[in-house]
């Protein structure tokens, strides 16, 4: 049973993270309808920036913050140069816009930082909170900072003008574009957000997985699926979605369950998420939080 | 220029010739470069199935990594297991690779635009875990992979590597045929229905489940068929060869190739198997320069916002503008 629990909490500090991703995606599919396929990527390399402040002798929280800064600017410039050509294009070659991101980033980190694998410093001291049996002072961290992001993000949506302007620009341009909301920089900013909050989601699975520039695959896969499950269409349910899957993936890694069925489950996780996926959009697209879009035709 | 041609005689006599370049290229070069030219033909196929899915059906996937793995893995298991010859190997890889996909096509039928490229997405990124699952180490090899030994030369006087060539060449040319006349057939009219308009396509009556996950069966198999030849060619399977990588590597082929054209998939093909040489020479005698995929990451932006119908729609865009000249 104790296993079981902390199954359950590294499943719930590991699900932070990837609502953390979850929450960049749907934050630009929201204002944009794209699904960002470069967010993991994004978030991969503000890692690498935090990690250089770290060899200039940055203290961790210091190096973070930077990190977190420059992604912010970085996404709102990607936005007004790369993204905004094809903002009226058809889908496939926004996603191909995606997939050149991609390949860009994930070369050039591999190019600047090198293809091995680095240790990447925890942002919270080891003699941190309350020790326990149960979770590690990482894993508590994670929890406690990613609720702290997420209720300040709430927070900046619910009472700030510029968060107002924001939802109104993502749920009816026209209108928002009428009262005066310069729409084309909302959506710039949001970009700027979603990699602000990817890279706190980069900098959190670090030192979990270690740095290198494919790090971020399978996280950018988990979090597509709990931005599914929860419903693309709420940032709420991107969140929650993210910690179920989170924990859902740790208790397939589960010792009892894989000598139940005779072999090793977690060998099969990353094909759970893709089962997550496809199960999500076959039988309850909108997810488990989101609303049904109705399309005219 | 969304159709394919009709037959011109200048397309007949362009087609004849380069089927007979094709020919006598490896007369003129050493194995090697004949060796990378039946890798481009492996891609080339893959990417002609993209084609036949994206530009002419409207179906997206990033994920055709994962049927160019399902074509390589059946065909060398059938070697590796079963005893079967090489050719029947290829018989038996199209097959397979064809029931996967047409089974993955019945979810994916449900998935419009964006909701499919993320389902691929996630099958190509889960693929090499799969391959390595230890349920299925028996007959994969596991995270060894399988060796998968050339083919013997089918004619006395070749290499090895020659005669996979011609062998490859013989496929690539059937398979572009056939692609041809499925696209002019009711068949693929209905195809660029459903990707034009689904619904006038449906109300014209189009059985479009069938025919969707038929076009995505048939894509998978050109795929594994890819796959397959890509195997015989480098000799080994294994399961960090077919990662998410792969399957952008294909879709950048076929974009630049020109995804909504045939002969595209082979430019495209040209591309990926030459140009990561030729950038590498160039990033290595300039240490400035970033490195190949970077670059073609660049590259494949700029050529969705300038040429977004890749090579061969530009060289067809060109002929059809000196026709105009020539007519006056």
Known sequence: MELFFQLTLAGLAIGSIYACVALAVVMIYQATDHF????????????????????????????????????????????????????????????????????????????????????????????????????GPHHMGVIGLTLIVLFAIFLFFRFTRVGLAMRAAAANPDSARLVGVSVSWMLALGWGLAAGVGAIGGILVAPIVYLDPNMMSGVLLYAFAGALLGGVSSPFGAVMGGMIVGVLENWIGHPALSELLGFKMNELKLTFALMVIVIVLLFKPAGLFGRVVVKRV | MTRPNRITPLLLIGFLVAIGIGILLPQFYPDFVTYQLTLAMAWGIAMLGLNVLTGYNGQFSVG???FFAIGAYSAAIFIEHFGWSPYAAIAGAALCSFIFGFLFGLPALRLEGLYLALATFGLAVATPQLLKFGAFEHWTGGVQGIFVPKPAPLVEGLTPDQSLYYVALGITIVLMVITWCILHSRSGRAMMAIRDNPIAARTMGINMPLVKTTTFGISAMYAGIGGCLYTYASEFVSPDAFNFFIGVYILVGSVIGGIVSIPGAIVGGLFIVFMPHVAEGVSNTYPWVPPPWAVFGVFLILVIYFVPFGVWGAVERGLAWTKRRMAG
Do not use: C, Y
């Open chain 1, 36 to 135: 960002n396929f470069a967010q993991g990527e994004m978030a991969m390399f503000s890692t690498f920036i935090a990690f250089t402040f770290l060899t200039f002798g940055a203290p961790v929280w210091l190096a973070a913050v930077g990190a977190i800064a420059i992604s912010f600017v970085a996404g709102l410039i990607i936005e007004r140069v790369v993204i905004k050509p094809v903002e009226n294009a058809p889908i496939l070659n926004q996603i191909i816009v995606f997939i050149g991101m991609l390949m860009i980033l994930n070369n050039m980190a591999g190019w600047i930082w090198e293809f091995t694998i680095k240790p990447f410093p925890s942002l919270f001291p080891s003699d941190w909170g309350v020790q326990s049996e149960l979770i």
């Open chain 2, 64 to 66: 055709h990594s994962a």
